[in-house]
């Protein structure tokens, strides 16, 4: 009877917990709602990617279907099996040729992207476009990547065998083929996972983020570089990055060029308030969250990329 009675209370007791932990994690989500939205206004939709990747997500399914299809049906029609085999083939060799020229070639490959600003100023009767974009890609999506390509692969390779089981010198050159295509395709992905430098990460998270609480105001107390070639901080031995800003060297437009550097600093200084927001709320929580972690990521990509390290 007493061990029933322990079992039932233990059960209540996780039972009781269980809502206080899911209670804390909604007032938690509820309350960084408006963070969330704030760093929202500047995620772009890069829709050409998107349809693209789209696209590529169809293709695999159909080479997978086909593939998955064709090993069911092995006994049956070989005229279509073959002509399956072949368009399942071409297929996966467009993937994979796709996906090195694309990984190999360009760097913003993602669909969505951080744009701080983008503004434009007038020179002379002649347009300058002053924009801060932050391009970075995901750890989920560089994985979809990596198995796509190496599935493709796989996928090739069975198929060489099955398409050309007469002819092995063919088959062994699309097997060859196959394979020196996913080296610089599986190494640029690589390199994109490792992109950010850890001595940068390590000096901002050590410098600025665990030590936040002291510079509350280090968007008041800055100082402008000749020409507004960059700010410094006085509380910080940390200066912008260099490009940020307009160069006003021009005598006639300094007056607007200043004007428009500082509408820049503005946009920065009311970021930095929001996320300072944001991680007081952190900090003054025993847990973190997924979704609040990847909210303090968007924040530090802004940061890393407008500080010199």
């Known amino acids: 009877m007493q061990n029933i009675f322990l079992k039932v209370y233990n059960f209540n007791s996780l039972k009781i917990l269980k809502n206080i932990l899911q209670n804390k994690r909604g007032k938690m989500k509820k309350e960084l709602q408006q963070y969330k939205k704030f760093i929202n206004q500047y995620k772009k939709i890069n829709y050409f990617?998107?349809?693209?990747?789209?696209?590529?997500?169809?293709?695999?399914?159909?080479?997978l279907s086909g593939f998955i299809?064709?090993?069911?049906?092995?006994?049956?029609?070989?005229?279509?099996?073959?002509?399956?085999?072949?368009?399942?083939?071409?297929?996966?060799?467009?993937?994979?040729?796709?996906?090195?020229?694309?990984?190999?070639?360009?760097?913003?490959?993602?669909?969505?992207?951080?744009?701080?600003?983008?503004?434009?100023?007038?020179?002379?009767?002649i347009k300058i476009e002053k924009k801060e974009i932050i391009c970075s890609t995901p750890f989920w999506f560089l994985t979809i990547l990596i198995f796509i390509n190496i599935f493709s692969t796989i996928i090739i390779n069975y198929q060489s065998d099955t398409a050309f089981e007469n002819q092995p010198i063919i088959s062994a050159c699309?097997?060859?083929?196959?394979?020196?295509?996913?080296?610089p395709s599986f190494s640029a992905i690589l390199n994109?996972?490792?992109?950010?430098?850890?001595?940068?990460?390590?000096?901002?998270?050590?410098l600025l983020k665990q030590q936040f609480i002291s510079f509350k105001n280090i968007f008041k107390n800055y100082e402008v570089a000749e020409n507004f070639e960059f700010i410094s901080f006085k509380e910080l031995s940390l200066q912008s990055k260099k490009g940020i800003f307009l160069i006003s060297k021009d005598a006639n437009y300094k007056k607007e060029i200043v004007k428009f550097?500082?509408?820049?600093?503005?946009?920065?200084?009311?970021?930095?308030?929001?996320?300072?927001?944001?991680?007081?709320?952190?900090?003054?929580?025993?847990?973190?969250?997924?979704?609040?972690?990847?909210?303090?990521?968007?924040?530090?990509?802004?940061?890393?990329?407008?500080?010199?390290?």
């Open 192 to 206: 994109k996972i490792t992109e950010v430098k850890k001595p940068v990460v390590n000096n901002y998270t050590n």
């Open 174 to 183: 699309i097997s060859t083929m196959a394979s020196i295509l996913l080296i």
């Open 49 to 63: 990617n998107l349809i693209l990747f789209i696209c590529d997500l169809i293709i695999f399914s159909l080479v």
């Open 69 to 125: 299809f064709q090993i069911i049906q092995a006994n049956s029609s070989k005229d279509s099996n073959q002509m399956i085999a072949y368009l399942v083939l071409f297929l996966s060799f467009y993937i994979l040729i796709k996906f090195t020229i694309t990984n190999f070639f360009y760097n913003n490959i993602y669909f969505i992207k951080l744009n701080i600003y983008n503004k434009e100023f007038e020179i002379s009767k």
């Open 261 to 309: 550097n500082e509408e820049i600093i503005k946009i920065y200084s009311e970021i930095w308030e929001k996320y300072y927001e944001l991680l007081e709320i952190s900090r003054s929580k025993n847990f973190k969250s997924k979704w609040q972690f990847n909210l303090e990521r968007d924040f530090d990509k802004i940061f890393i990329n407008f500080l010199e390290w």
